[in-house]
């Protein structure tokens, strides 16, 4: 079984090793967002790229890309937070299945931590596009939630229960509950950009308090499903495009 999956971390001969073995390329993306003052700013991509090595560890194989930090928007006047236009990540996921196509990937998985409807239909539409011009690949794009729920709930939210839980159990050293407010204007408001898709207040009041609401065992659970049910994904995505 495969023990390396970092794309980084390979020497050639293990990533065509690694590509002959299993052809799965998976890419974590996100966004460099505020937070709250509990969680990074690069909460997004780090949570995804976590995900995706579990998955990948599970697939017993496929390479899993570094994170990607650049996405749609977006708080875009909190402090920290970098969007970027459709037109510029459209641009750049498309060049990047190419480049993945290239090296040998049959199945593209763009796993995005950051969620809202304007990434995740950007990422659903660049995958749909590119596998519409380009035969020989399976593309899933799609946030870590989709397909499971959790105690009938999907596990969406931003930076509340669900994923700071899932933060809290992949990341605990960067995670400070200590910090946590339920009611926070400690945001830096900058002015409006060109591509800003939220419509967002001064003030930020969570709608229950984490520090009894979230836990390292909900996220535990939370990422269990869901890389479950991505690596049944993949998996059946390269049966389907092997035959």
């Known amino acids: 079984m495969q023990t390396k999956y970092r794309y980084e971390e ?10 002959e073995s299993m052809p799965v390329a998976i890419i974590p993306t996100g966004l460099l967002e505020w937070h709250g003052d509990h969680l990074p ?32 928007p977006g708080y875009s006047r909190y402090t920290g937070t970098l969007t970027f236009s459709e037109a510029c990540m459209h641009l750049l996921f498309t060049e ?25 239909e950007m990422i ?32 969406q939210d931003h930076a509340g229960k669900y994923e700071t839980s899932m933060f809290w159990y992949l990341y605990p050293e960067l995670t400070r509950m200590d910090r946590f407010q339920m009611e926070t204007s400690k945001k830096m408001l900058y002015p409006s950009a060109p ?40 998996r059946l995505a390269l049966h389907e495009v092997k035959s």
């Open 96 to 120: 990047l299945f190419e480049q993945l196509q290239k090296v040998g990937a049959k199945v593209i998985a763009l796993i995005t931590g950051h969620y809202g409807p304007c990434q995740v």
């Open 41 to 72: 700013l690069g909460l997004d991509a780090l949570k995804a790229h976590a995900i995706c090595l579990r998955i990948a560890a599970k697939l017993g194989g496929g390479i899993v890309l570094p994170p990607n930090y650049f996405g749609r």
């Open 10 to 19: 390979m020497l050639p001969d293990e990533f065509l090793q690694a590509m």
């Open 124 to 155: 659903k539409r660049a995958a749909h596009i590119y596998m519409k011009e380009h035969s020989g690949v399976a593309i899933i794009a799609q946030p870590e939630y989709e397909g499971v729920l959790i105690d009938g709930e999907s596990p």
């Open 195 to 234: 591509h800003d898709y939220y419509k967002e207040e001064e003030e930020w009041i969570w709608s229950e308090d984490l520090r009894s609401a979230a836990s390292p065992e909900l996220g535990q659970k939370c990422v269990e499903q869901m890389t479950d049910h991505l690596a049944a994904s993949i």
